[in-house]
């Protein structure tokens, strides 16, 4: 599916061009590629965003995250880019909740930590232009059509909050969503 979308194509070649060691495209634009094609839609639902996350230790300033992410629009200006280095989450995780949250270690614990299982996905181009997944509460919610509340960053009302805001269900009428607290 990745391969066949020409608009994440673009998207993975561009932010390979950064040369970031450790990123990936994710959250809604790989959801929706995903449950458009489930559904069979012949239109792909457009990105609000292309999420773009990477993680560098040695650099946690919002600085190089714009920097990045203006190098990206001009090399693609038809996307609105949003570039977030997960090294620095913590910080305004700890700001959001008032609770300190501990830094991510890697690309991956970032990823695991996005409010929903089935968004918990990003993919990445490499150098020998071969697609990559990282995922990892795994497919399975994603390709179930399922919502379900990922507990390890927000809290249940937070993911509530998010479920109506996203209306998933009248895009998607197969999706499922899993609303009781775990």
Request: charged share 20%; net charge negative.
């Amino acid at each position: 599916m990745v391969m066949e979308s020409n608009q994440l194509m673009r998207a993975l070649g561009a932010v390979r061009c950064l040369g970031l060691s450790s990123w990936c495209i994710g959250a809604g634009v790989i959801r929706n590629l995903v449950w458009d094609h489930l559904h069979s839609f012949e239109v792909q639902t457009p990105a609000a965003d292309i999420d773009v996350v990477f993680f560098d230790g040695t650099d946690l300033s919002e600085k190089s995250e714009r920097i990045l992410e203006n190098k990206l629009s001009l090399m693609e200006p038809g996307f609105k880019w949003e570039l977030v280095n997960q090294a620095s989450v913590h910080r305004w995780l700890t700001l959001e909740s008032r609770i300190a949250v501990p830094p991510f270690l890697s690309l991956t614990e970032g990823v695991a930590s996005w409010p929903e299982i089935a968004t918990c996905v990003g993919v990445k181009l490499t150098d020998a232009g071969k697609v990559e997944i990282i995922a990892p509460h795994g497919l399975s919610d994603l390709f179930e059509m399922i919502v379900r509340w990922n507990p390890k960053c927000i809290s249940y009302s937070a993911f509530a909050a998010r479920v109506l805001q996203k209306k998933f269900t009248e895009r998607w009428p197969r999706v499922k969503i899993f609303i009781a607290e775990n």
